[in-house]
């Protein structure tokens, strides 16, 4: 069972209780990449509860006082030491720095108990809030992939394809970071 604090947040695996807060933001995706995750009713959302809390590397991202979710993030592990990583948060909590602070906590617990080496990420061109998230997280914009994947079709049927971006970060430069910042910026 994992269990992440933050200042403001709980990270933690998903639980039967949690279907209304991911009907709250799967029933809307803001990002193509979520379409094939969306949800129209309460019991499509309990059935993909139910299918995210059997996945360690799936979690909800809380908040501290209540306990409710206001987004999850998630990573796929690559052998040996790789994690592919995202998140997904209600816009309602948007504009708060909980994307961040539960961002940051999960790379942290991937390079800290999962033995990650390199975590990266797929950001849609067109999703500028997760282009600035991953910049804040220190990762490395890597590379631009045009026309790289399909989610969603053109008005006439044809696939329409994302330009996307990917970025990066290692061990080295996470630890590097974390002491930068915890020797500048976390002085009293």
């Known amino acids: 069972m994992t269990r992440i604090k933050t200042e403001r947040l709980l990270i933690r695996n998903f639980e039967t209780k949690d279907a209304e807060g991911v009907f709250a933001y799967l029933s809307h995706p803001r ?9 129209r009713t309460l019991e499509e959302a309990a059935a993909t509860v139910a299918r995210k809390s059997q996945d360690e590397l799936q979690l909800a991202v809380c908040l501290q006082e209540t306990d409710s979710v206001i987004g999850e993030v998630f990573a796929i592990k690559e052998e040996p030491d790789t994690y592919s990583v995202g998140w997904n948060f209600n816009a309602q909590y948007e504009g708060k720095g909980y994307a961040s602070e539960g961002a940051r906590a999960f790379l942290d617990f991937l390079f800290t108990s999962r033995g990650a080496r390199r975590i990266y990420g797929y950001v849609e061109e067109t999703n500028h809030s997760s282009q600035k998230l991953c910049e804040r997280l220190d990762m490395c914009r890597e590379g631009f992939f045009i026309e790289f994947v399909t989610f969603t079709n053109n008005p006439d049927g044809t696939p329409k394809y994302e330009n996307t971006f990917v970025y990066a970060v ?11 910042n915890s020797q500048y910026f976390d002085q009293p």
């Open 31 to 39: 990002a193509n990449c979520f379409l094939a995750e969306r949800v």
């Open 170 to 180: 290692l061990k080295r430069e996470w630890e590097f970071c974390k002491m930068l």
